[in-house]
T-cell receptor, first 111, second 114 residues
Framework: DQQVKQNSPSLSVQEGRISILNCDYT??????FLWYKKYPAEGPTFLIS?????DKNEDGRFTVFLNKSAKHLSLHIVPSQPGDSAVYFC??????????FGTGTSLTVIP | DGGITQSPKYLFRKEGQNVTLSCEQN?????MYWYRQDPGQGLRLIYY???????QKGDIAEGYSVSREKKESFPLTVTSAQKNPTAFYLC?????????????FGPGTRLTVL
């Protein structure tokens, strides 16, 4: 049973606009959430994280929002750049031992 | 240059053969993980190890085995009992739980069983 879900397999955005990637989770014990970026045939690279004591975390062009009541998090990329084109995975953890990953959203930023 | 190495990048094996995938890290991380990625699916945890000589099964451990004899190394053996072994395998490491730490991933090994 998928505990972390990314319901949009793909997203296309114009360069310079905002990209919003969404993630839902079912386990209320999750207290740490991460976003990874992945290029084909490579390992994921860490982007940004948020703990459940916060509702927002920002790092440059990347902002993650957490809505605990809705069990929903989102990643905002502003402004989007062609180099942001990749697959984005969200992940969640309850004890920072085991991490559960979503199925990924493929982002295409159109120049 | 710290990081995680996985070798080889591509691996081909005949059905019924065991195969071992290598994972080495020089990040001095205690915890190491093996994931499997299939098309259209997220990363699924096979095994993880928090310290040397100790490891736990993840969600899809059947048909796989691991060892953790050294802190730097966490090899994964795909046995003939694994019914659908063709996949992209990713190794990761992290500082142990207790802190807010991300996992660092290797470049992956694509295993194709013919």
């Amino acid at each position: 049973d998928q505990q972390v879900k990314q319901n949009s397999p793909s997203l296309s955005v114009q360069e310079g606009r905002i990209s919003i990637l969404n993630c839902d989770y079912t386990n209320s014990m999750f207290d740490y959430f991460l976003w990874y970026k992945k290029y084909p045939a490579e390992g994921p690279t860490f982007l940004i994280s948020i703990s459940s004591i916060k509702d927002k975390n920002e790092d440059g062009r990347f902002t993650v929002f957490l809505n605990k009541s809705a069990k929903h998090l989102s990643l905002h990329i502003v402004p989007s750049q062609p180099g942001d084109s990749a697959v984005y995975f969200c992940a969640a953890s309850a004890e920072r031992i085991q991490f559960y990953f979503g199925t990924g959203t493929s982002l295409t930023v159109i120049p | 240059d710290g990081g995680i190495t996985q070798s080889p990048k591509y691996l081909f094996r005949k059905e019924g053969q065991n195969v071992t995938l290598s994972c080495e890290q020089n990040l001095n991380h205690d915890a190491m993980y093996w994931y499997r990625q299939d098309p259209g699916q997220g990363l699924r945890l096979i095994y993880y190890s928090q310290i040397v000589n100790d490891f736990q099964k993840g969600d899809i451990a059947e048909g796989y085995s691991v060892s953790r004899e050294k802190k730097e190394s966490f090899p994964l053996t795909v046995t003939s009992a694994q019914k659908n072994p063709t996949a992209f395998y990713l190794c990761a490491s992290s500082i142990p739980s207790g802190g807010y730490n991300e996992q660092f991933f290797g470049p992956g090994t694509r295993l194709t069983v013919l």
